[in-house]
């Protein structure tokens, strides 16, 4: 049986840098067998344990992007992203409720630690051609959702290159857009240099499989860079196939310094950088009270 334990504390990074993309919500993967929940809290102290010193909680539909703007209002470790994930806009749609919850993604943008719409995107892997002018839709309305707002763009896109590149250049991307969890190659890569757009990897850049996105990574200015790890999914080497948190950053941003040829101080830095010229400080606007914990360690 495979291992579902969460891996080990990696070593601590000497400069601290933050998980652009990540899901710490109770929700995910609450019902898979085997996983040992961790608190959201839990998370963040090991995260802070290790020299992660902030994360951008992203939702995937209404709910979860609630929980992440309430959650960051009264963290000062945790930022938001809000929006509803391609794969259920044409679920949405078909039951008649698309716009609605767009308007509400809208109105959660609003709040003061909301820093980005997202993800939002394309996914035309696990939805089929019947789904995808919902999927468009949806995207349409979270780029002008962030324009509006003047927030970042967190993009999902899976096999989907091609016409996430033409929507963002027909309708006008954001100033600051990201392609969360990069997937594509070089080309991809210099196509999105070349409009400005940032390219956050996560652990399959370590995947031994995946030489055509290490290709893609070289190719890209390092002022363009952010690390992720899009949790609890995704989990770099060495602890493939267990799952993912925002502590185990560390193993994907070591593994990346060490194929672009440079140190770890620098692209640590280099990376922080650039993640807080598009989401912002951590350090502001703090608003709530911190929501208590439920007895199980879930949250109300």
Request: glycine share 6%.
């Amino acid at each position: 049986m495979p291992d579902r334990t969460y891996p080990p504390l990696p070593d601590a990074l000497v400069v601290p840098v933050y998980d652009d993309h990540t899901h710490i919500d109770p929700s995910v993967r609450r019902d898979e067998p085997g996983i040992d929940h961790l608190d959201w809290r839990e998370h963040l102290d090991r995260a802070s344990a290790v020299g992660v010193r902030g994360i951008v909680q992203v939702g995937v539909d209404v709910e979860t992007s609630r929980w992440g703007a309430e959650h960051a209002a009264s963290e000062p470790r945790m930022l938001a992203a809000v929006a509803l994930h391609p794969n259920e806009a044409p679920l949405l749609e078909a039951a008649g409720g698309l716009d609605e919850a767009i308007a509400e993604i809208d109105a959660l943008a609003a709040l003061p630690r909301v820093r980005a719409v997202g993800e939002t995107g394309l996914d035309y892997f696990r939805t089929d051609e019947s789904g995808r002018a919902a999927q468009l839709k949806s995207f349409e309305a979270h780029i002008d959702i962030a324009k509006r707002h003047g927030l970042a763009l967190q993009i999902h896109d899976r096999d989907a290159h091609d016409d996430v590149v033409a929507t963002l250049l027909r309708v006008g991307a954001p100033e600051k857009t990201v392609f969360h969890c990069f997937s594509g190659e070089a080309a991809l890569a210099r196509l999105a240099a070349e409009h400005g757009w940032y390219l956050s990897f996560a652990g399959t850049v370590t995947f031994k499989n995946a030489p055509a996105l290490r290709e893609a990574l070289a190719v890209v200015p390092r002022s363009l860079i952010m690390v992720e790890t899009d949790a609890p999914y995704l989990t770099p080497a060495p602890h493939r196939g267990r799952p993912n948190a925002p502590y185990l950053i560390p193993h994907t941003l070591r593994f990346m310094a060490q194929h672009l040829g440079t140190e770890v101080e620098h692209l640590a830095a280099q990376t922080a950088s650039n993640t807080v010229e598009v989401y912002g400080s951590w350090e502001t606007e703090l608003t709530g009270a911190v929501p208590p914990a439920e007895p199980d360690g879930a949250i109300a």
